[in-house]
């Protein structure tokens, strides 16, 4: 039976938060006399993980999930609940916790700016306390996983952002973490580096059986690399499970675009019992709840002259989209 | 804790530092004949105060170029280890880095305080210390065991109280996000220990020994190097050296327990 390795129970989080009235007598105010006040931004969650997941954090700018992984990582302290990670308490920071995890964010860079990585890489192996053959042996292994070579030896500041990136994984998993927590790894990269990132990070998975804690705003790497999401909506999680029931509970009809021979079947096919959305001559688009998707899909195919047909689903973003901008979204 | 493992790691840094800061020879360059010319200019300085007075404050000109020598010397360590690694502290806090340090299995203040090294100070190190060999042969003064252990237990203490003084200042960035002028007002008052203590006032000599310890972190070690110094005094700088390194490392420890990260 796989292990949780993550169980979060009860967890809250709350900051002192100030705020500034606009103009040149709110900026004397804010600061004389500060407001502040206090701040809930982790409700009462609780999940467990278990080893070897993929589990993808969903949720608008702000609604907690960065700091979700941070308390995860040790780095923040919880105001109220439990957390323990891999049979740790997180924010001890207790040395073989640490050994056990890493924090790749796509927005910050640990590596030396006017060194080539590989110095970078050498840095993190002594305080690993990796030797120096270890080390090298480690660096070849994800180098060829990450298709990384000569870039290595180039100093970070000449890197592309797609290299930068890379290497910042190479120097984040140089100690073989068991756990990776992944803030938006792909922001700001392209295309092709982005689907690289994840052949990676799926890889990595595989052969490791490490667990991955992801949030992005790129939903394709949700879709390519987690089963499971947990979705925070202002600090509560509002869906905790599989990726296709979520989708599926957001997105519960499918679009189909038949094209007829004739412009009299297409009529005959509008007026036999299903909801049609528009039809122009002999082209109709008729819409098809999931649940019976298939047998409809069979008796239009038995009983009509089809010339062609599309099935359109509406794309992830957009159904995600729809948690992540309503933010009392009813899952 | 694994010394081992932390001069390992030293190494490391060292190594890494050297090679980012030479990646820029003529930054180097240009440190390298600034701290020359501070150095002159210093002696320049001193030497107009003494040219109206035999003395200041019970002290001869050649026994205020010790004092200038030792502040060359803590200047130099201070630009070498001081200045490129705690004025970082504030950008890690500000900009959330402080996460990749606190979520490595190393101590988080040793990582901070140690990272980066800065070359051009070792220069005001050994110009300090051949001023002080100048000074020792026009002061006339003559090297034994106890003198020498004296003097570096002294020297060291000041170091360790400028270490603590600077890394407390950072550590309040946890809290006030923005800490520069706190440093630059620290190391204007640095400027004041190229002068002996008892050539301020009563009330300057209590701030600057009691408050904020700049004038003791210069005084003491020229005293110890001139063989005026008393061992009250020897004995109060280890006490206060000790009372803020331990204080400074408390503080440190405290404050990460608000370290709240910077948003992404």
Same mark, same amino acid.
């Given at each position: 039976?796989?292990?949780?390795i993550?169980?979060?129970?009860n967890l809250?989080?709350?900051?002192?938060?100030?705020?500034?009235?606009?103009?040149?007598?709110?900026?004397?105010?804010?600061?004389?006399?500060?407001?502040t006040?206090?701040?809930?931004?982790?409700?009462?969650i609780?999940?467990?993980i278990k080893?070897?997941?993929?589990?993808?954090?969903?949720?608008?700018?702000?609604?907690?999930?960065?700091?979700i992984?941070?308390?995860?990582?040790?780095?923040i302290?919880?105001?109220?609940?439990?957390?323990?990670?891999?049979?740790h308490?997180?924010?001890r920071?207790?040395?073989?916790?640490?050994?056990?995890?890493?924090?790749?964010?796509?927005?910050?860079?640990?590596l030396?700016?006017?060194l080539?990585?590989?110095?970078?890489?050498?840095?993190?192996?002594?305080?690993?306390?990796?030797?120096?053959?270890?080390?090298?042996?480690?660096?070849?292994k994800?180098?060829?996983?990450?298709?990384i070579?000569?870039?290595?030896?180039?100093?970070?500041?000449?890197?592309s952002?797609?290299?930068?990136?890379?290497?910042?994984?190479?120097?984040?998993?140089?100690?073989?973490?068991?756990?990776?927590?992944?803030?938006?790894?792909?922001?700001?990269?392209?295309?092709?580096?982005?689907?690289?990132?994840?052949?990676?990070?799926?890889?990595?998975?595989?052969?490791?059986?490490?667990? +991955?804690?992801?949030?992005s /705003?790129?939903? &394709? $790497?949700?879709t390519? !690399?987690?089963?499971?999401?947990?979705? =925070?909506? @202002?600090?509560?999680?509002?869906?905790?499970?599989?990726?296709?029931?979520?989708?599926?509970?957001?997105?519960?009809?499918?679009? +189909?675009?038949?094209?007829? /021979?004739?412009? &009299? $079947?297409a009529?005959? !096919?509008?007026?036999?019992?299903?909801? =049609?959305? @528009?039809?122009t001559?002999?082209?109709?688009?008729?819409i098809?709840?999931?649940?019976?998707f298939?047998?409809?899909?069979?008796? +239009?195919?038995?009983?009509?002259?089809?010339?062609?047909?599309?099935?359109?689903?509406?794309?992830?973003?957009?159904?995600?989209?729809?948690?992540?901008?309503?933010?009392?979204?009813?899952? | 804790?694994?010394?081992?493992?932390?001069?390992?790691?030293?190494?490391?840094?060292l190594?890494?530092?050297l090679?980012?800061?030479?990646?820029?020879?003529?930054?180097?360059?240009?440190?390298?004949?600034?701290?020359?010319?501070?150095?002159?200019?210093?002696?320049?300085?001193?030497?107009?105060?003494?040219?109206?007075?035999?003395?200041?404050?019970?002290?001869?000109?050649?026994?205020?170029?010790?004092?200038?020598?030792?502040?060359?010397?803590?200047?130099?360590?201070?630009?070498t280890?001081?200045?490129p690694?705690?004025?970082?502290?504030?950008?890690?806090?500000?900009?959330?880095?402080?996460?990749f340090?606190?979520?490595?299995?190393?101590?988080?203040?040793?990582?901070?305080s140690?990272?980066?090294?800065n070359?051009?100070?070792?220069?005001?190190?050994?110009?300090?210390?051949?001023?002080?060999?100048?000074?020792?042969r026009?002061?006339?003064?003559?090297?034994?065991?106890?003198?020498?252990?004296?003097?570096?237990?002294t020297?060291?203490?000041?170091?360790?109280?400028?270490?603590?003084?600077?890394?407390?200042?950072?550590?309040?960035?946890?809290?006030?996000?923005?800490?520069?002028?706190?440093?630059?007002?620290?190391?204007?008052f640095?400027?004041?220990?190229?002068?002996?203590?008892?050539?301020?006032?009563?009330?300057?000599?209590?701030?600057?020994?009691?408050?904020?310890?700049?004038?003791?972190?210069?005084?003491?070690?020229?005293?110890?190097?001139?063989?005026?110094?008393?061992?009250?005094?020897?004995?109060?700088?280890?006490?206060v050296?000790?009372?803020?390194?331990?204080?400074?490392?408390k503080?440190?420890?405290?404050?990460?327990?608000?370290?709240?990260?910077?948003?992404?």
């Open positions: 039976m796989v292990q949780n993550i169980d979060v129970r809250s989080k709350s900051f002192d938060i100030s705020s500034k009235e606009p103009d040149l007598k709110g900026t004397i105010k804010h600061f004389f006399r500060r407001k006040k206090s701040l809930k931004v982790i409700k009462d609780s999940f467990k080893e070897g997941e993929i589990v993808g954090f969903l949720g608008a700018n702000g609604a907690g999930k960065t700091t992984l941070k308390m995860l990582c040790g780095l302290y919880p105001s109220e609940g439990s957390i323990i990670v891999s049979g308490l997180p924010f920071r207790k040395e073989n916790f640490l050994k056990n995890i890493t924090l790749i964010m796509g927005q910050k860079q640990q030396i700016w006017d080539p990585p590989i110095e970078s890489f050498y840095l993190n192996a002594s305080i690993y306390e990796l030797d120096k053959f270890e080390a090298k042996r480690r660096i070849k994800l180098s060829d996983m990450l298709e070579d000569d870039e290595l030896f180039i100093p970070v500041r000449k890197l952002l797609g290299q930068r990136m890379k290497s910042e994984l190479l120097a984040a998993l140089i100690h073989e973490p068991n756990i990776l927590f992944l803030d938006e790894p792909t922001l700001g990269l392209d295309i092709n580096a982005q689907r690289n990132l994840r052949k990676f990070l799926k890889k990595y998975n595989k052969e490791t059986n490490a667990t +991955i804690c992801l949030t /705003h790129y939903m &394709k $790497d949700i390519s !690399l987690c089963k499971r999401v947990i979705c =925070v909506q @202002n600090g509560s999680i509002s869906y905790d499970g599989k990726l296709d029931l979520l989708l599926k509970r957001l997105s519960p009809v499918k679009e +189909i675009l038949i094209v007829c /021979h004739s412009e &009299k $079947d009529t005959k !096919l509008e007026s036999s019992g299903y909801s =049609v959305k @528009n039809k001559k002999n082209e109709i688009t008729i098809i709840e999931n649940h019976h298939t047998s409809s899909l069979k008796t +239009i195919l038995n009983n009509f002259d089809i010339k062609d047909l599309y099935i359109n689903e509406p794309p992830v973003d957009e159904i995600i989209g729809k948690i992540l901008v309503k933010k009392d979204y009813d899952i | 804790m694994n010394l081992r493992k932390y001069l390992k790691v030293y190494k490391n840094f190594h890494t530092s090679a980012a800061e030479l990646e820029y020879k003529t930054n180097i360059l240009i440190d390298l004949i600034t701290a020359i010319l501070s150095l002159i200019g210093s002696i320049f300085l001193i030497s107009i105060f003494f040219q109206n007075n035999a003395t200041i404050g019970g002290w001869e000109f050649e026994e205020a170029l010790i004092i200038q020598s030792i502040y060359t010397i803590l200047n130099g360590i201070t630009n280890w001081f200045n690694n705690l004025t970082e502290i504030v950008k890690h806090i500000r900009e959330g880095t402080l996460d340090v606190l979520l490595k299995p190393i101590d988080s203040q040793f990582f901070i140690l990272k980066k090294i070359p051009s100070g070792f220069l005001e190190i050994i110009l300090g210390f051949c001023l002080l060999l100048f000074c020792m026009i002061n006339q003064i003559n090297l034994n065991l106890s003198f020498l252990t004296l003097f570096l237990i020297i060291i203490c000041s170091i360790f109280i400028l270490y603590s003084l600077w890394f407390f200042i950072c550590t309040t960035t946890i809290w006030f996000v923005k800490t520069w002028n706190a440093i630059e007002v620290l190391r204007s640095l400027y004041i220990g190229r002068f002996p203590l008892n050539s301020f006032s009563f009330s300057l000599r209590i701030f600057f020994s009691v408050f904020i310890p700049i004038a003791f972190i210069t005084t003491i070690p020229s005293e110890v190097f001139l063989g005026v110094s008393q061992l009250w005094k020897i004995l109060l700088e280890v006490i050296a000790t009372v803020f390194l331990i204080t400074s490392r503080f440190w420890l405290f404050a990460l327990k608000f370290y709240s990260s910077a948003s992404s």
